[in-house]
C-alpha cells in the first residue's frame, strides 16, 4: 500500500449534487477508488490479488449507482436518460474490458485502472451528471433543513 496519506480524488463541494442518496453513493464510489489506489504498491501478485478482490465489489456498487440514477431519471422524466443510460452502459463494458486485460496481465496494472476510474468518475459526474442534477433541483422538494430529495409527489 502507498504510504502517504495522499487521495486520487479528494472529495468537494463541486461534486455534489444535493440529492442526499446521490451524492452519498457518489462520495462511496471516491472511497473505493481512493482505497483501490492505496493498494497499489509496485508488486504485481499483491495487487493482483487485492484488485481480485476489489472488483467484484466495484462492479456491483456501480451497477447499484447506476440504477439509482437511473431511476430517478426516468421518474422525473428526464429527457437526457437514453445518452445518460448509454454512458452508464459504455462505462460497465469498458471497465470489463479492463478486467479481462487486467486478468489477461495485458499492459494493464492496478494504477492504470485506478487513473482510469478517476478520470471516468470526475468527467461523469462534472459533465453527464451536472446535466441532471440542474433539473433535479428544478424538480426536487427542498426540506426543511434545506436538503433536496425526490419525493412521490415530486414526480406525480
Keep these: 500500500m502507498t504510504t502517504d496519506n495522499s487521495e486520487l480524488i479528494i472529495w468537494s463541494r463541486t461534486l455534489l449534487c444535493g440529492i442526499k442518496i446521490i451524492d452519498d453513493q457518489h462520495k462511496g464510489l471516491v472511497i473505493l477508488i481512493n482505497n483501490m489506489f492505496h493498494h497499489v504498491t509496485g508488486n504485481p501478485a499483491q495487487e493482483h490479488i487485492y484488485f481480485s478482490n476489489v472488483i467484484h465489489e466495484l462492479i456491483k456498487y456501480v451497477k447499484i449507482h447506476f440504477a439509482t440514477e437511473e431511476k ?4 422525473t422524466k428526464f429527457a437526457g436518460f ?3 443510460k448509454k454512458e452508464h452502459n459504455q462505462f460497465i463494458l469498458t471497465v470489463m474490458e479492463k478486467i479481462d486485460d487486467y486478468n489477461l496481465r495485458n499492459q494493464t496494472n492496478l494504477s492504470t485502472v485506478t487513473k482510469f476510474l478517476k478520470d471516468w468518475v470526475l468527467s461523469h459526474i462534472a459533465i453527464m451528471d451536472k446535466q441532471y442534477f440542474e433539473y433535479l433541483r428544478m424538480t426536487a422538494s427542498r426540506k426543511a433543513n434545506g436538503v433536496l430529495s425526490i419525493t412521490r409527489a415530486d414526480v406525480a
Design 72 to 75: 430517478i431519471m426516468l421518474a
Design 82 to 84: 437514453a445518452q445518460h
